[in-house]
């Protein structure tokens, strides 16, 4: 077989395949049906547990706490996603949650914290969005006071769009320790849930997994829970991200496929005027330019994938390092997602729009991810910097 720069090999495609069937035996069955009542925990504890059975989480984190390859995390959050987007996110939020304890917390901190994340008898979280720090992620207000002669500090103020907030066991937060504006003075903290003075609530939005509103009121945080430096927090956060963004276009690509599987399954059974769907111009027309664009949307996926791998997420500025190939990864794919899956829910008409159908999921689901870590304008903003170095 003629190997091209971005083809799975045997290995790879064998492992797609495993993950894609136990997604369909093992986790799609745990998955919720419907949307939980109003007061209902969020969380499925239930799934994330069987994710951990499964040995996907610790799949997250190889070799005792080393962080996944780029390209691995992609193909396994593809995979989980082309069949059950809730089993999906429930992995990849565990990922974003504590890879900044793997990358720059002490071996006490991944000691006490891996084994129950990578089993899912833990809930992680990434606390890093404010109500008026979204996508302008250096512009956070949540103060870290200084106290005390050991080092420590009171952390005052709110996050918001929390991912598996308020239910999250441990969350990495992200305050203000240094009055330098932007990105300086920014530090990283692992905060355990039941520290006092921490609270929050839930958010009713449009998602697939619990977002929440996190309060601190004076949480008490030491250096034994610092990540990394103090000021440093910024750039703890940016290399998580950069690690990330690139699988969150493999999680669209997975959305993708799914729609376009469905779309094309229809099509050929569907009789209208006088044949099958599939026979009108249009409709094979329209079919086509979803498979070109999530072919488009995977490989640049790949490519920025590969890109972090290669350098273990460092590397040359400029158009072709890993920050402006993830930010292409992205943007590309999470827009190309969203046509796919419109288009689908269009070809297949009303029924598309019933509750519980695939398509009825995935529509409500598709937009979100180009919004979170980081918006498509935002990934704009990124390529364009990249270009001008």
């Known amino acids: 077989m003629t190997r091209t720069a971005f083809a799975l090999d045997q290995e790879q495609r064998r492992f797609c395949a495993q993950v894609r069937q136990q997604a369909e035996e093992r986790l799609l069955p745990l998955a919720h049906k419907d949307d939980p009542a109003p007061g209902e925990p969020r969380v499925n504890r239930a799934l994330l547990a069987e994710l951990g059975r499964l040995g996907l989480l610790a799949r997250l984190f190889p070799d005792g706490g080393r962080s996944a390859a780029a390209l691995d995390l992609c193909l396994l959050r593809e995979s989980l996603a082309q069949v059950s987007t809730e089993a999906e996110t429930a992995l990849a939020l565990q990922g974003l949650g504590f890879y900044p304890v793997v990358q720059s917390g002490t071996e006490a901190q991944r000691a006490g914290w891996l084994p129950e994340v990578a089993s899912g008898r833990a809930v992680a979280a ?66 355990p849930a039941d520290r006092p003075g921490l609270s929050g609530e839930p958010l009713d939005m449009i998602s697939p997994h619990p977002i929440g509103r996190l309060r601190f009121d004076g949480v008490p945080v030491g250096p034994q829970d610092l990540l990394g430096e103090v000021g ?16 969150v276009g493999a999680f669209a690509v997975g959305m993708a496929q799914a729609a376009l599987d469905a779309a094309v399954a229809h099509a050929g059974a569907r009789e209208a005027f006088g044949g099958p769907l599939r026979d009108l111009q249009s409709v094979g027309h329209r079919l086509a330019e979803m498979a070109t664009r999530t072919e488009a949307a995977r490989l640049l996926v790949y490519a920025a994938a590969a890109a972090y791998d290669a350098n ?52 409500r689901e598709v937009r979100a991810p180009r919004i979170y870590e980081g918006a498509s304008e935002v990934q704009l903003s990124i390529v364009a910097r990249e270009l001008y170095r």
Not at 327 to 356: C, I, N, P, W
């Open 232 to 247: 440093g927090g910024f750039r703890v956060a940016m290399r998580t991200l950069d690690l990330f963004r690139p699988s």
């Open 312 to 363: 273990g997420g460092t590397g040359e500025p400029g158009l072709h390092g890993p920050t402006g190939r993830a930010a292409m990864a992205k943007l590309f794919a999470t827009e190309a997602a969203q046509y796919v899956v419109d288009s689908a829910v269009q070809l297949h008409g009303a029924r598309a729009l019933q509750r519980g159908h695939l398509l009825e999921r995935l529509y």
């Open 126 to 191: 990434f606390a890093l969005s404010e109500s008026g720090a979204g996508s302008d992620a250096a512009a956070l207000a949540l103060e870290a006071v200084p106290e005390g002669a050991d080092g420590g500090w009171r952390l005052s103020g709110e996050k918001c769009w929390i991912s598996n907030a308020p239910e999250a066991d441990l969350y990495t937060v992200f305050a203000r320790t240094g009055p330098g504006a932007g990105a300086r003075g920014v530090s990283a903290f692992l905060v």
